[in-house]
């Protein structure tokens, strides 16, 4: 089956600064990635997320590139603020129509 | 539509009761998925259904552990006896999706239940 990876498992970062995620995948058939956020005591929700079709995808502050090639995904947050505060999912497909879900990464946006 | 519909939100029982989780999957989605969610193993796929049917359990840990999908709107995850280890967060999750064609569509989530096994 599918492995992910995702790094750092925690993250803090300045209000207004970048924060970047990679995860890594085993599948090279694996096909679409999305990202989720996961805030305290909440569902997951998907934020982002990109096909092997393309190596970039973005939205507002956020944005996700991919490389195929070397098997990796990153997310990219820009200008954070204090309700980015969260943890992360990255997953990729694999089979049919599953998802295998990274560990996660808690991000922490410090005023 | 209301998203995907879990109940009950919160579940405490004893060791040896059994414990039967309920899922609404969004009106028109035929793919649903149960998760399990650990600090420690992060989510977990327990079971996946494709237009009612089970296409993969292989990641239900037991066979205490049971899941039905008797029709399009209706999901139920059974833990018979349920132990203190099962304590988790289990998410129902729906989507679109055909399983021949391979074809990912966008996953969403139910609120959860948080099982406490005491």
């Known amino acids: 089956g599918e492995n992910v990876e995702q790094h750092p498992s925690t993250l803090s970062v300045q209000e207004g600064d970048s924060a970047v995620i990679k995860c890594t995948y085993s599948d090279s058939a694996s096909n679409y990635f999305p990202w989720y956020k996961q805030e305290l005591g909440k569902r997951p929700q998907l934020i982002i997320d990109i096909r092997s079709n393309v190596g970039e995808k973005k939205d507002q502050r956020i944005a996700v590139t991919l490389n195929k090639t070397a098997k990796h995904f990153s997310l990219h947050i820009t200008e954070t603020q204090p309700e980015d505060s969260a943890v992360y999912f990255c997953?990729?497909?694999?089979?049919?129509?599953?998802?295998?879900f990274g560990k996660g990464n808690q991000v922490v946006v410090i005023p | 539509d209301a998203g995907v519909i879990q109940s009950p939100r919160h579940e405490v029982t004893e060791m040896g009761q059994e414990v039967t989780l309920r899922c609404k999957p969004i009106s028109g989605h035929n793919s649903l998925f149960w998760y399990r969610q650990t600090m420690m193993r992060g989510l977990e796929l327990l079971i996946y259904f494709n237009n009612n049917v089970p296409i993969d359990d292989s990641g239900m840990p037991e066979d205490r552990f049971s899941a039905k999908m008797p029709n399009a709107s209706f999901s139920t995850l059974k833990i018979q006896p349920s132990e203190p280890r099962d304590s988790a967060v289990y998410f129902c999750a729906s989507s679109w999706g055909d399983s021949l064609a391979g074809d990912n569509e966008k996953l969403f989530f139910g609120s959860g239940t948080q099982l406490s096994v005491l």
């Open positions: 997953a990729a497909s694999y089979g049919n129509n599953r998802l295998a």
